[in-house]
Each structure stands twice: as structure tokens, then as C-alpha cells.
């Protein structure tokens, strides 16, 4: 975790700033600059700021010298440094942007570009940038709103138009992109991005042969260009012309072209240990609401935490629910956007990766060349931009099934495939699903054939078949849906296709993009979805089975055209995938006259999908492990990849080996508070396969300082932000280096103002709050309550921690201003578990809390009372030694304990309910609400639970048969939250 950067604000007087750097130094230093040679032009700077500390223009050089030239985090503190002296440069905010956004925080970017445009809006070099990042977080509205600001100042800026035209592709404004796109290359025939730019666009309304002519000019330009190529191969998948001879030999090109000249020797880690916790990297642009992460949440999210430390390294800044969720699983959660491929390489050798996912492939997000630099012992493949072989040598394995790559075809692939049982992937339904309608035929008179793929899968091959079908079924429809159809250009050009094929247009329903219920609900106007080939669909034919709508799917000659086929064989429908397009075209005709087993399917067909092993992901979850486990065991015994082929029952073999691989699985001990006994250990190990760990503010140390801390800190479950006002924590220095404690001294929670610390002679006396006068104090607490001296504290409102997306414990004591500091934490604890407010009985100090001003609060904002904890009580009997007995009666202060209010409580996650459940038997020794919590997600975990207690008889058969259960919609919090959160605190610091 970060720590706080104290900055000492610099008056600039007169005095301080009658000695600037000199013009022809300053010359010399922009000359050294623009020449990139960076050790003297930092050295010249350096100098300029040893000699003028008070000019802005020395810190600004030196800080932009050190983002340039690699030293991103360092240029930091040099570039806060320049703003105090010249808070209104819109320059250095803007160099501030760039190093904000190089390391990582694009939030923080936009807010110093906003800053820089405020003061100076015709700043071009901003408004260029801040276009970019909001089209890179999908933003495309607010983009055009700065185009259109743009356009005042510089209209004619190729970097505007290019970008321009991005936002609108993107908002389905196709024609109007294009347009642009060609306006660009016209005026710039021989600049091979915008060459690029417009051949992806060609590419995205079916235009394969310009896209394709368009790729390779701008390769014979920059022949270095690996996204162009890429961008080239998907496509050749496209495209029906080409063989799966083709597309592998185009596959391997790309790694000739690419592959690095120089690379260091893959790393070796040290532990070989083949049953020990593996750190997992992957790479996607994907974790969001996005095919992949539709195909891959749930099963991670049930991948054991303590089997597998996963890495999210996300290529895309967008932020969405399914985001959340991926963080929250994610151990470790960053954006490397900002990185170029020898700076991620770097990055993954530096974060000890065992083995890579790469969920990019040579589609979006595309990090291929870093993966060439072989930054990880074990490379491989698996969904995001899965359309065939990567080509690449450096990628060990690919993640497939029986389906998607049949017995044969291992020769077409670099990689050594792991062939898994079912699905390649774990299909999860996003909850918003409207239900199944009755056939729509029957109400109709007639069947409507439907296919809501990316319409860039069409072509004349599909359309001609499709047409063909039409036909045969006299008086039914098409029914084409996808973003494409809302350019008028590309719907009449796939209507004159059609009619040239003898399709007249009332027979045609072509929709534009609509939210994703409405395009659920468009299912219910589909009798029959029919495939497109040779690029099938993947999410499209499970969304498709989940509305009741059987799909009839061609496999295609690439991993991309088996998409649907192995959806289909898994969802328990083989029969749906044929082998010519003869029986294509029959199998359509044949579903069409049998209204009454169209009927039948579409009842059934949600159930089943939902019950097979495209959304089983357990078992999903399971096998992934195994696989995993398999090829990391066998690198530990240096042997070359292999495939890996799994048989039904969830056995693997690797080729050429006659026995199945026996999987050495680690067990590690469960996270737990107390110790059990022997009978309740030997009866059952409890797992609460607790996911992403509890994120606690500690108001004043009280935490931190309780016997036994650091072992709560050991359980790894905990993140813990403590404010130390008063200097009561004796040896700070013991956590100075635990990742799971950030400790800020001086500074405690308020209103965001300025506060006073009244410092006073008994340490525990020291508060923010004035101290009662002497005659309201009990006699032994007079003389600790004198007041030593007076000291300015920074105080933060929770509101203002921008970076804190969850906080589950808030800890309070009964020194603060209780009342103000939940009045300005409305909005962070909307989502809160836990309150704790030690609440004082006997009042010491002014405005000190009370039960009763504190339990009106928590009933106004979604919060019950729940009961008093840690009590602590005065005894009227005098102070003597010899006492037997001493008895203490009186309420002197306790902890009073606030939960969720029963609305809130009900509606809370499963995930939630778990983090609460663990959060009270750790801490709070809690038994019977852990046990109705953990019931609420899944009674049979509950049970468990009660036997690991010891609480009811063990039954012996209940720890063979149970396996550990992870919940579905289990939604933990992300472990990324700490740095953003000690950014934050350290810039509302700064501001006082």
C-alpha cells in the first residue's frame, strides 16, 4: 500500500521568486529535451532546481524530463511539487495527465486535463487526449461533445477527425465514419494508420475485399505495424474464401514478422512446487459485459482462492457490473493500457506469473507482442479473440474442447491443445432475461428465420443460403438484428443482396442495436435462429437457447466457424449441427413444418441450457483447475508441453502417456477466528472460501492497537485503513511493509476541514474534542484531561475518498466528532456491513457521541442496532489491594453495533452476506447470525458451518459428499481499491 507524501506549501514571495532560470538555460534544457537525451537534459534540470527552487519552470522540466524517460512514478512528486508553484499552468496539468495516465489512472487524468481546459480551452494537446480517454472508457457521447468543441479551434486536425469517426462507429453512426475515415485517407493516401482505420471500418459493414486491400497497403507502408496484421487475420476469418490451410500459414506469418529479435530467457521461478498456490495472469479487454466476460466470470469466481492468486491485467477502462464482479474475484486488479509491450512484459516477470492467459488474441486489447517476449513460464490461450492458433511459438498451450477442435486438426495449431470435457467455456446468463414467448409462428401464419449475430458475419455465401431457405418455406421471414442496421447504407445493401437473390423486401426485418432485454425480447419474434458461416456464433447461440430458439449451425473451417457447434453438442442439441449444406438447408425446412416440436423445444430449451455444461460452473470451475494444475506439474518435472485431453468423467491424459495425470491439489487450511477442537476438525474442514478481502476504516487505532491484530492481519482477509492522530500506536515502523495496513499518523475522519487535536496529559485523553471543564469530570479523570497543548489536524469525509468502492467495517471512537463524520460518509456507507461506534456513558469530552444521537442517524440511513459489544465498567468500591472479589456496575462505555437494516439485509449479495458472516465469527465470536447468513446463500454450506462449531452431531457422510461451493452471484470486493484509496487521502491531505 501507498503511503501518504506530505508536501509543505511553498509561499512564493518576491524574494523567493527575483531568481528564475535563465532564458538560454532554459533553451538549452527544451533543446536537450527534444533531443531525448534524458541523463544530461535531467541532470541540466536538476541543477535548475537546486539553484531556483521557487521557479515552476525548473520542477515542470524536471518533472516532464522523468516521465519521459521512463521514471513515471518519480516525476510524480516533482510534478505535485510545480503545481504548488504554479497551480494555473494548464501545461502542467496537462504533463500531469500524461504521467497520471502512463501509470495507470485514467480517472485522475481526466480530472487534470479537465483542469487545463478550464483555464486554457483552446488547448489542443488536452482536448486531443481527453477525447482519447473517453472513447477508451466507452464514452463515446462525451467525446463527440469535446469533437464539437474541437471543431471550433482546430476542425481540420487529423487526429480529431480519426477520432472522431471512432466515437461514431462506436454510437453505430457507421456511414458517417466511413465517410470520415475516407476523407482522412484521401488527403493522407500514404499514412498507413488511417489506411488501417479505414479498413477496420470496411471491415465492421462487411466490406472484407477493400478491408482486406486496405490492411496490406498500409503493411507494405509499415511493415512493423503487428496490430494491422492482426487486425488483417480476423478479417481473413470473415471471410468465406479462405481454406483452414490459409488462415494457419496466415496465422504463421504474423510470428515471423513479429517475433522479437532479443528476448530474455523465460523466467524460472524458484518454488517448483507442484501443489502450491499459483499466481495467474491474465490479459484481457474483456472483464466487463462483453462475450468474454459472459464466458468466464463464473467460473473463476468458483476457482479457490487459496489454489489460485489470479492477476487481472484489463486492456480497457470501462467500467460496468460485470467489471465489479471481476474485480472483486481478481487478487490483484490493473490497467496496463498505458504500458507498451516491453514495459507489460516487464511488468509480468516483476509480478512472479506462473502461467499467462492471454484473452485478447489478435482482436481487441491485443498484447501478442509482449506475450512474444515470453514473460511467463507457462503461456497460454484461451477465450477473447479465440478464432484459431495464435501462430505464435511462444504461446505453450490453447484451451479448447472435443468440438471446437476435433481429432485432426492439431497440425493447424501452434499451441498443444487442452481438449476439456465439455464447453470450452462457462456460459453465464446475465438475469435480465425476459421469459420465452409461445411460438411466434402461431400467432404469424408464417416462420421467421432469425440471426442477431455481428452482422459483419454476413456475406453472399450466407445470404445466398439463407435465401435459398426462404424458398423453400413459402411466405416466412428474416429477421436480422445487430448495431450495422442502424446505417441505412449497409441495410439497403443487404437488401439489394437479397433481392438480387430473389428475396423481395417484406420478407426482410432488419433492426438496429437495442439495450440487451429489448434484443432478448426480439427472440420471442424467432421461430428458427439460423448460423452464420464461416464465423459462427458463440454468445449469440447460447443467448439464442436461453430464449427457447434452436440454432442450426455449419461448422466453419476455422476454430471461429465451431463456435455454435460446441454450444450445441454441450447444451445436449448435436442434432442441431449438420455437415453440408444440404442438410442445412433441410433441417431448417424440417424445423419449419413441425410447429408442435418447435413448440416443445422452446419450452424445454432454457432449462436445459441452464442445466448443462455450458453453465455448469462448478464443474466448469473444476476442470479448469485440473487442467492448471496438470501442465504446471508437469513444467515442474521439465517436461515439454503436451496436449492434454480430458475424457467425460473429468480424467486427463497428456499424449503419449498411458496413465491419467494425477493432479496433486494443494489444502490449505480454512481462514478462520477461534481454534476448534479436535472433534470438529477430524468431522470437517469448514471453507469459507471467503472472496476478496474486507475492507475496514479504523477511525483511531482502536483496532490496530487490540492484542491480536496482527493476527487478524495474518488471515489475509482484511484490508485495513487506520488514522492515527495522537501518535498511540508505539511502533508504527512494525507495518511500515504489510500490504494489508495502511497507517496514516496525524490525520483522522471529519468533515474534510481543518480541525484542532487537544492534546492532553494522559495520552487516551487526546481528541479533536475539547475536553470537559474539570468540575464535570470524575475525579480520576481530571488530571488526564489537562490539555498540554493545541495542534492543527487534517481531517478527510468519507464522501471524499473517491478511489473507496467498498467499505465493509467502520470503526469509530468515542475521542471524534461521531455524528459529523457520518454526516459527510452518507454516500461511502450506502453499502456498508458493519458500524462500530463506541459510545460513551459517562461523558469526558464536549460533543462526545451518544447512543441515542448515533442510533437516530443509523435508523435514517438503512442501519438497525444489532447490540452493545466490549463493555467497560466503573466500580463505586474504593481502590484498595486486598480485595477477594471486586465487583464494577455502572456503564462506563461499550461498542454499540449497528448491521443493515432488515430491508437492506435482504437484499444484500451472496458474497456480501458471506463477507458479513465471516466478518461477525471473527471478530465478534458470532454464532447463530453467522449460521442464518450463510444459510440464506446455501443452508448445506450453513451446515458445515454449525458441525465445524461443533455445534450439532457430525455426520460423517456429509464431509465426503459436499464439495466446496462457491455461490453464483457471489460478489466479492476488489483488492484494488487501496491505492486509489491512499492517493485520494493523500490529495485531500495536501489540499490543507
Not at 496466415?250 to 515471423?256: N, P, Q, R, S, V
Not at 477442537?677 to 472472496?691: G, N, R, T, Y
Not at 488514522?723 to 512494525?734: I, L, Y
Not at 443509523?858 to 466503573?874: E, I, Q, S, T, V
Request: aromatic share 8%; hydrophobic share 40%; glycine share 4%.
Amino acid at each position: 500500500m501507498s503511503k501518504i507524501r506530505q508536501h509543505a506549501r511553498i509561499s512564493q514571495t518576491r524574494h523567493q521568486t527575483r531568481h528564475a532560470v535563465a532564458p538560454k538555460q532554459q533553451q538549452k534544457l527544451i533543446a536537450l529535451y527534444q533531443a531525448r537525451q534524458w541523463d544530461k537534459a535531467e541532470a541540466l534540470a536538476r541543477e535548475m532546481t537546486s539553484k531556483h527552487p521557487f521557479d515552476p519552470f525548473a520542477w515542470k522540466s524536471l518533472g516532464s524530463v522523468l516521465l519521459e524517460s521512463g521514471q513515471r512514478h518519480s516525476s510524480l512528486d516533482v510534478l505535485e511539487k510545480a503545481l504548488t508553484l504554479a497551480p494555473d499552468d494548464p501545461e502542467l496539468h496537462n504533463t500531469m495527465a500524461q504521467a497520471m495516465y502512463r501509470l495507470g489512472h485514467a480517472s485522475e487524468a481526466v480530472a487534470h486535463l479537465e483542469k487545463a481546459l478550464e483555464i486554457k480551452p483552446a488547448f489542443k494537446q488536452a482536448r486531443l487526449m481527453l477525447i482519447k480517454l473517453h472513447n477508451d472508457a466507452g464514452e463515446f457521447e462525451k467525446a463527440l461533445e469535446h469533437i464539437a468543441i474541437a471543431e471550433r479551434d482546430f476542425a481540420d486536425d487529423d487526429t480529431l477527425l480519426s477520432r472522431k469517426a471512432h466515437a461514431l462507429i462506436q454510437l453505430t453512426r457507421f456511414g458517417e465514419g466511413i465517410r470520415i475515415h475516407e476523407t482522412i485517407v484521401a488527403k493522407y493516401p500514404d499514412d498507413p494508420a488511417h489506411l488501417s482505420n479505414l479498413a477496420s471500418a470496411y471491415r465492421n459493414v462487411g466490406r472484407f475485399e477493400e478491408a482486406e486491400a486496405y490492411y496490406r497497403k498500409a503493411l507494405e507502408l509499415a511493415p512493423d505495424q503487428d496490430k494491422t496484421f492482426s487486425n488483417l487475420l480476423m478479417s481473413m476469418h470473415y471471410n468465406p474464401a479462405y481454406s483452414a490451410e490459409d488462415l494457419f500459414k496466415a496465422h504463421l506469418e504474423w510470428d515471423t514478422r513479429f517475433q522479437p529479435k532479443e528476448r530474455k530467457p523465460r523466467p524460472r521461478p524458484a518454488d517448483l512446487s507442484s501443489d502450491r498456490r499459483l499466481r495467474i495472469g491474465m490479459i484481457s479487454a474483456g472483464f466487463r459485459i462483453h462475450p468474454v466476460g459472459q464466458m468466464i466470470t463464473s467460473a473463476l469466481e468458483a476457482l479457490p482462492r487459496e489454489d489460485f492468486e489470479i492477476f487481472a491485467y484489463t486492456m480497457n477502462d470501462m467500467v460496468d457490473p460485470l467489471t465489479k464482479r471481476m474485480q472483486q474475484r481478481a487478487d490483484h486488479w490493473m490497467s496496463v493500457t498505458h504500458l507498451t509491450e516491453p514495459q507489460l512484459a516487464d511488468k509480468l516477470r516483476s509480478d512472479r506469473i506462473d502461467i499467462l492467459l492471454d484473452l485478447c488474441g489478435h482482436t481487441e486489447g491485443n498484447r501478442l507482442r509482449a506475450v512474444a517476449l515470453e514473460p511467463a513460464p507457462l503461456q497460454v490461450k484461451w477465450v477473447g479473440g479465440l478464432i484459431n492458433t495464435t501462430g505464435l511459438q511462444a504461446m505453450d498451450y490453447l484451451i479448447s474442447d472435443a468440438v471446437e477442435t476435433p481429432p485432426g486438426v492439431d497440425h493447424l495449431y501452434t499451441e498443444k491443445l487442452i481438449r476439456l470435457p465439455d464447453d470450452y467455456i462457462c456460459y453465464m446468463p446475465r438475469g435480465d432475461a425476459p421469459e420465452p414467448s409461445a411460438l411466434p409462428a402461431l400467432d404469424n401464419g408464417y416462420v421467421t428465420f432469425g440471426c442477431f449475430n455481428n452482422p459483419s458475419k454476413l456475406n453472399e455465401v450466407i445470404l445466398g443460403k439463407w435465401a435459398s431457405i426462404l424458398h423453400r418455406v413459402p411466405d416466412s421471414r428474416l429477421f436480422l438484428k445487430g448495431m450495422q442496421f442502424d446505417s441505412d447504407e449497409f441495410a439497403e445493401r443487404t437488401c439489394q443482396t437479397m433481392e438480387r437473390l430473389g428475396i423481395e423486401r417484406h420478407r426482410l426485418i432488419l433492426e438496429g442495436h437495442s439495450k440487451h432485454r429489448e434484443l432478448l425480447q426480439a427472440y420471442n419474434r424467432v421461430d428458427i435462429a439460423l448460423d452464420p458461416w464461416p464465423y459462427s456464433g458463440g454468445l449469440t447461440t447460447c443467448e439464442a437457447l436461453l430464449m427457447g430458439v434452436p440454432v442450426i449451425t455449419l461448422p466453419g473451417p476455422s476454430f471461429a466457424g465451431r463456435h455454435s457447434a460446441t454450444h450445441l453438442t454441450n447444451a445436449g442439441l448435436p442434432e442441431l449441427v449438420v455437415d453440408s449444406w444440404e442438410r442445412y438447408e433441410a433441417l431448417a425446412v424440417e424445423l419449419a413444418s413441425d410447429p408442435a416440436s418447435l413448440t416443445t423445444i422452446r419450452r424445454s430449451l432454457r432449462r436445459q441450457i441452464k442445466r448443462s455444461p455450458v453453465c455448469d460452473y462448478k464443474r466448469f470451475a473444476k476442470h479448469l483447475g485440473i487442467a492448471l494444475r496438470a501442465i504446471w506439474q508437469r513444467y515442474c518435472e521439465d517436461k515439454m508441453p503436451a496436449a492434454l485431453t480430458f475424457n467425460k468423467d473429468g480424467r486427463a491424459w497428456f499424449e503419449g502417456e498411458s496413465e491419467p495425470v494425477n493432479v496433486k491439489i494443494p489444502k490449505i487450511a480454512s481462514t478462520e477466528s477461534q481454534p476448534q477442537s479436535a472433534a470438529a476438525k477430524a468431522a470437517v474442514d469448514f471453507d469459507w472460501q471467503l472472496q476478496g478481502k474486507i475492507i475496514a476504516i479504523d477511525n483511531t487505532t482502536k483496532l490496530v492497537r487490540e492484542t491480536g491484530f496482527e493476527k487478524l492481519l495474518d488471515l489475509n482477509t482484511f484490508a485495513v485503513i487506520a488514522f492515527d492522530p495522537g501518535s498511540r500506536v508505539k511502533n508504527p515502523d512494525q507495518f511500515k511493509d504489510h500490504e494489508n495496513l495502511q497507517l496514516f499518523p496525524h490525520a483522522l475522519l471529519g468533515d474534510g476541514q481543518p480541525a484542532t487535536l487537544h492534546a492532553c496529559l494522559a495520552p487516551e485523553m487526546s481528541s479533536t474534542l475539547k475536553p470537559l471543564p474539570p468540575e464535570q469530570l470524575p475525579a480520576e479523570r481530571r488530571q488526564g484531561a489537562q490539555v498540554l497543548t493545541s495542534l492543527p489536524i487534517n481531517t478527510i469525509a468519507l464522501d471524499s475518498i473517491q478511489g473507496l468502492q467498498s467499505l465493509d467495517w467502520l470503526i469509530l471512537d468515542d475521542l471524534s466528532d461521531a455524528t459529523k463524520i457520518l454526516e459527510h460518509g452518507e454516500k461511502a456507507l450506502r453499502d456498508t456491513l458493519m458500524v462500530q461506534v463506541r459510545v460513551a456513558f459517562h461523558p469526558t469530552h464536549e460533543r462526545q457521541p451518544n447512543l441515542s444521537e448515533i442510533s437516530h442517524w443509523m435508523c435514517r440511513n438503512g442501519f438497525r442496532f444489532y447490540r452493545l459489544n466490549d463493555f467497560h465498567h466503573k466500580s463505586h468500591l474504593p481502590d484498595r489491594d486486598d480485595w477477594l472479589q471486586h465487583q464494577a456496575t455502572e456503564l462506563e462505555s461499550a461498542d454499540a453495533l449497528f448491521l443493515p437494516s432488515h430491508k437492506r439485509m435482504a437484499q444484500l449479495s451472496a458474497g456480501q452476506k458471506i463477507k458479513l458472516a465471516f466478518l461477525l465469527h471473527t471478530v465478534y465470536g458470532v454464532q447463530d447470525l453467522t449460521y442464518s447468513l450463510l444459510a440464506d446463500v446455501d443452508p448445506e454450506k450453513a451446515e458445515l458451518y454449525l458441525i465445524a462449531e461443533g455445534m450439532v452431531p457430525t455426520k460423517a457422510s456429509m464431509g465426503e459428499s459436499l464439495e466446496k461451493q462457491t455461490p453464483h452471484n457471489l460478489a466479492p470486493p476488489a483488492d484494488n481499491t487501496e491505492d486509489t484509496i491512499s492517493q485520494d487521502i493523500d490529495r485531500l491531505m495536501s489540499i490543507h
